[in-house]
C-alpha cells in the first residue's frame, strides 16, 4: 500500500477473518519490502505501536528490533508489561532503556506545560536516536502510524493550529533517514484493534485507554518532583484498579489522575497532615476533540477516594473534575 488516501471501497475490518486477510496480506508486503534488512521500531507499549509490534515480529521475526525507552513517566507497571507480551512471550529482539533519570534530571525545575511536553519530546528522539546508531544494519523505520494520523498532518499541512504540541517519534535527526514502514497507516482505530487481538495480543493491551507520549509528564502538574510523581502513579493505579473492578474501563473512554503543586492541611492520626489533593478525570468522547463527563456512582467515587487516601503517600484529598472540553482539554497540560 502506498498511498496515504484510504480508498472508499476499502472494507472496514471488523470480524477476525478480515483482519486475518488484512494481516496475511501485510506480512506479505512486508517481506516484500525489508527483504532480509532490519527494521527499527520505537515499542512504547500503546496500542499502534505495540499492534505494529506484533505485526512485524510475525512477519519478519528478529529482523525487527523493538526499542523500549522508559522516560520514567510511565504508568505502573506498564513497562514490566511490555516486557513481559513481547520479549518473553512473543520472543522479540527487544531493547528496553530505562532513561528514567535522564528525563527527570531534564524537567527538574521546568512547570511550563509547553517547556515539558517539549523537553520529553526531544529527550525521547535523543533516547531513541542514540540507541539507534549503536544497531547495525538497520535500514526501516517500522511507526504505528494509522489513519487518523494522516488525517491529522492534512489538516495541519492546511494551516490549522494545533492545542497542543503531540509528542509522536516523527523529527527524527537527518543522519537518521530510513525508508517508512507503516502497515497500519490506512486503519482507524478500532480496526486497528480487531487486527491486534487476531495477532493474540491480550485484550487489555489493545482495549486500553489513550496514554499522552508526554505519559505522567502532563499530570504531575508544574515542575515535576519525584514524590509527587510517584504518589500520581500510585493513584492512577488505584483508579484504574477500580474501574475495572466495576466495569467502568469498558465504557469511559480516558481516566486518570492529575496532581496539581499544591498542598493542603489535611488531618490523619490525629495530626496535621498536609497533602496534595488528588484529582479524578474520566471523559468520554468520539474524536478527543470535543469531551463530557460521565456520571460515575458516588460509591465508587467513595471507594475510590477511601483507597487513594488511605494507601498513597502524600495525598489527603480527592476531587473529582466535573470540567467538560471545552472549556478544559482532557489533560490538564
Ligand atoms: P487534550 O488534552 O488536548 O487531549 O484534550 C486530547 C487527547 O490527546 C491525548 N494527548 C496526547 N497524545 N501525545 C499523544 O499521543 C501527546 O503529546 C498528547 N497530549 C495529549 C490526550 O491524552 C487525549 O486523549
Same mark, same amino acid.
Given at each position: 500500500?502506498?498511498?496515504?488516501?484510504?480508498?472508499? *471501497?476499502?472494507?472496514?475490518?471488523?470480524?477476525?477473518?478480515?483482519?486475518?486477510?488484512?494481516?496475511?496480506? @501485510?506480512?506479505?508486503?512486508?517481506?516484500?519490502?525489508?527483504?532480509?534488512?532490519?527494521?527499527?521500531?520505537?515499542?512504547?507499549?500503546?496500542?499502534?505501536?505495540?499492534?505494529?509490534?506484533?505485526?512485524?515480529?510475525?512477519?519478519?521475526?528478529?529482523?525487527?528490533?523493538?526499542?523500549?525507552? *522508559?522516560?520514567?513517566?510511565?504508568?505502573?507497571?506498564?513497562?514490566?508489561?511490555?516486557?513481559?507480551?513481547? /520479549?518473553?512471550?512473543? +520472543?522479540?529482539?527487544?531493547?528496553?532503556?530505562?532513561?528514567?533519570? &535522564?528525563?527527570? +534530571?531534564?524537567?527538574?525545575?521546568?512547570?511550563?506545560?509547553?517547556?515539558?511536553?517539549?523537553?520529553?519530546?526531544?529527550?525521547?528522539?535523543?533516547?531513541?536516536?542514540?540507541?539507534?546508531?549503536?544497531?547495525?544494519?538497520?535500514?526501516?523505520?517500522?511507526?504505528?502510524?494509522?489513519?487518523?494520523?494522516?488525517?491529522?498532518?492534512?489538516? @495541519?499541512?492546511? =494551516?490549522?493550529?494545533?492545542?497542543?504540541?503531540?509528542?509522536?517519534? =516523527?523529527?527524527?535527526?537527518?543522519?537518521? @533517514?530510513?525508508?517508512?514502514?507503516?502497515?497500519?497507516?490506512?486503519?482507524?482505530?478500532?480496526?486497528?484493534?480487531?487486527?491486534?487481538?487476531?495477532?493474540?495480543?491480550?485484550?487489555?493491551?489493545?482495549? &486500553?485507554?489513550?496514554?499522552?507520549?508526554?505519559?505522567?509528564?502532563? &499530570?504531575?502538574?508544574?515542575?515535576? #518532583?519525584?514524590?509527587?510523581?510517584?504518589?500520581?502513579?500510585?493513584?492512577?493505579?488505584?483508579?484504574?484498579? /477500580?474501574?475495572?473492578?466495576?466495569?467502568?474501563?469498558?465504557?469511559?473512554?480516558?481516566?486518570?489522575?492529575?496532581?496539581?503543586?499544591?498542598?493542603?492541611?489535611?488531618?490523619?492520626?490525629?495530626?496535621?497532615?498536609?497533602?496534595?489533593?488528588?484529582?479524578?478525570?474520566?471523559? *468520554?468522547? #468520539?474524536?478527543?476533540?470535543?469531551?463530557?463527563?460521565?456520571?460515575?456512582?458516588?460509591?465508587?467515587?467513595?471507594?475510590?477516594?477511601?483507597?487513594?487516601?488511605?494507601?498513597?503517600?502524600?495525598? *489527603?484529598?480527592?476531587?473529582?473534575?466535573?470540567?467538560?472540553?471545552?472549556?478544559?482539554?482532557?489533560?490538564? /497540560?
Amino acid at each position: 500500500m502506498n498511498s496515504n488516501i484510504r480508498p472508499e *471501497n476499502m472494507t472496514r475490518i471488523t470480524t477476525k477473518e478480515l483482519a486475518e486477510a488484512f494481516i496475511d496480506e @501485510q506480512v506479505r508486503l512486508v517481506r516484500e519490502q525489508v527483504g532480509d534488512k532490519k527494521v527499527l521500531l520505537a515499542l512504547s507499549g500503546g496500542v499502534d505501536s505495540s499492534v505494529v509490534a506484533a505485526l512485524l515480529i510475525k512477519a519478519i521475526g528478529k529482523q525487527l528490533v523493538s526499542v523500549h525507552v *522508559n522516560h520514567g513517566l510511565m504508568r505502573k507497571g506498564e513497562s514490566e508489561q511490555v516486557i513481559e507480551i513481547f /520479549e518473553k512471550g512473543l +520472543n522479540a529482539n527487544l531493547v528496553y532503556v530505562d532513561a528514567s533519570e &535522564r528525563f527527570l +534530571n531534564l524537567l527538574a525545575g521546568v512547570s511550563e506545560p509547553e517547556k515539558k511536553r517539549k523537553i520529553i519530546g526531544a529527550e525521547f528522539i535523543n533516547v531513541f536516536a542514540e540507541e539507534a546508531s549503536k544497531l547495525e544494519g538497520i535500514e526501516f523505520l517500522a511507526q504505528g502510524t494509522i489513519y487518523p494520523d494522516i488525517l491529522e498532518s492534512i489538516k @495541519q499541512a492546511e =494551516g490549522k493550529k494545533a492545542v497542543k504540541s503531540h509528542h509522536n517519534v =516523527g523529527g527524527l535527526p537527518e543522519d537518521l @533517514q530510513f525508508e517508512l514502514v507503516e502497515p497500519l497507516k490506512l486503519l482507524f482505530k478500532d480496526e486497528v484493534r480487531v487486527v491486534g487481538e487476531a495477532l493474540g495480543l491480550p485484550h487489555g493491551m489493545v482495549y &486500553r485507554q489513550p496514554f499522552p507520549g508526554p505519559g505522567l509528564g502532563v &499530570r504531575c502538574l508544574g515542575a515535576i #518532583t519525584r514524590d509527587r510523581l510517584e504518589a500520581l502513579r500510585e493513584a492512577d493505579a488505584i483508579l484504574r484498579d /477500580e474501574f475495572d473492578k466495576c466495569g467502568l474501563a469498558e465504557k469511559v473512554w480516558q481516566y486518570f489522575i492529575a496532581i496539581p503543586d499544591i498542598k493542603s492541611v489535611g488531618v490523619k492520626d490525629e495530626s496535621r497532615y498536609e497533602g496534595w489533593p488528588a484529582i479524578i478525570r474520566a471523559v *468520554n468522547t #468520539t474524536d478527543a476533540m470535543s469531551a463530557t463527563i460521565e456520571e460515575i456512582p458516588y460509591a465508587v467515587l467513595h471507594k475510590i477516594t477511601a483507597r487513594i487516601t488511605a494507601e498513597v503517600d502524600g495525598i *489527603n484529598r480527592v476531587l473529582y473534575d466535573l470540567t467538560p472540553k471545552p472549556t478544559g482539554t482532557i489533560e490538564w /497540560e
